[in-house]
């Protein structure tokens, strides 16, 4: 999936964690964005990629492109490490659920992801898409029809709390 996919499914799942949580949503989907690209940390030609490339040089270099950064190792990791260094955890919360929304969209692709790191097995849905397709941009379309549902949702929330 592309950039813009994988940030409007951060706020989409931020979002919907949102709905369930007593997090502050702002907070959730700030972080949920920067989650949802973390992965791609990966790819030179990232949107993070781009934003910080020596280290996505040197992580392209070790793994490879959609594999460990694309494992559940990986948001186990990086769980553990934000735990203890960051002490909010709504902020946590929204990094690790932008990541988790990363992995399962690109789930969708026709490459998949290394899931299960160190093993080299890769997991797709049954259907998959090729990126930036036009099954992408659809997938596109309704995340973001769905983002403006749970936030028109949590805005009605908010006002009638007023």
């Given at each position: 999936?592309?950039?813009?996919?994988?940030?409007?499914?951060?706020?989409?799942?931020?979002?919907?964690?949102?709905?369930?949580?007593?997090?502050?949503?702002f907070?959730?989907?700030?972080?949920?964005?920067?989650?949802?690209?973390?992965?791609?940390?990966?790819?030179?030609?990232?949107?993070?990629?781009?934003?910080?490339?020596?280290?996505?040089?040197?992580?392209?270099?070790?793994?490879?492109?959609?594999?460990?950064?694309?494992?559940?190792?990986?948001?186990?990791?990086?769980?553990?490490l934000?735990?203890?260094?960051?002490?909010?955890?709504?902020?946590?919360?929204?990094?690790?659920?932008?990541?988790?929304?990363?992995?399962?969209?690109?789930?969708?692709?026709?490459?998949?992801?290394?899931?299960?790191?160190?093993?080299?097995?890769?997991?797709?849905?049954?259907?998959?898409?090729?990126t930036?397709?036009?099954?992408?941009?659809?997938?596109?379309?309704?995340?973001?029809?769905?983002?403006?549902?749970?936030?028109?949702?949590?805005?009605?929330?908010?006002?009638?709390?007023?």
């Open positions: 999936m592309q950039g813009n996919t994988h940030i409007i499914g951060g706020i989409t799942a931020s979002l919907a964690f949102a709905q369930i949580s007593n997090d502050n949503p907070v959730l989907v700030g972080a949920g964005v920067i989650g949802a690209l973390l992965p791609d940390i990966c790819h030179g030609g990232s949107k993070i990629g781009r934003t910080f490339p020596l280290i996505s040089k040197m992580v392209n270099k070790l793994f490879g492109h959609r594999s460990f950064t694309h494992s559940l190792l990986f948001v186990v990791l990086v769980a553990l934000l735990q203890t260094i960051i002490p909010y955890p709504s902020i946590v919360a929204g990094l690790l659920i932008g990541m988790s929304s990363h992995i399962i969209l690109d789930m969708g692709t026709k490459q998949g992801v290394k899931l299960f790191f160190p093993f080299n097995m890769s997991v797709h849905f049954p259907l998959t898409t090729r930036g397709g036009k099954v992408e941009k659809i997938v596109f379309t309704l995340l973001s029809v769905l983002s403006l549902y749970l936030s028109y949702e949590l805005i009605s929330r908010f006002i009638s709390e007023i």
